[in-house]
């Protein structure tokens, strides 16, 4: 029951952010759909840790280097995804008040995603991998 708790929390805390980045593209003063694509990088953030998940047999090892990678892929893609909205503001193209909205909607759903990887990824009987 605890992991359909979490599911739930997950699911509200990932539509709120949603809903920052969909206010910071479609509200009247704002009106720019280009920060859409950090949607992009939401969901390809997941992708190096799935392949260093499969990639790596040794499990007993405090850090691998194919792990490391993966982290360092995935930093990127966030870093990114925080960067690509900053930058459409100072070039223009979009308010500052939609790219804080953009980036509070980030905050959000990255740690939704690193949530999701710490209730689910335990290697439990209620894990990520039955869903």
Known sequence: MAGVKALVALSFSGAIGLTFLML????????VYWPLFV??????????HFIAKRATYDSDAT??????LAYFFTTGIVVSAFGFPVILARVAVIKW??????????AVI???????FLVFGRGDDFSWEQW
């Open 24 to 31: 910071g593209c479609a509200l009247e003063d704002y009106g």
């Open 63 to 68: 850090s691998s280097a194919c792990r490391e």
């Open 110 to 116: 990255f740690l939704t995603i690193q949530g999701f």
């Open 39 to 48: 949607l992009i990088f939401h969901a390809i953030s997941p992708i190096p």
């Open 97 to 106: 008040g939609a790219c804080g909205l953009v980036l509070a909607g980030n």
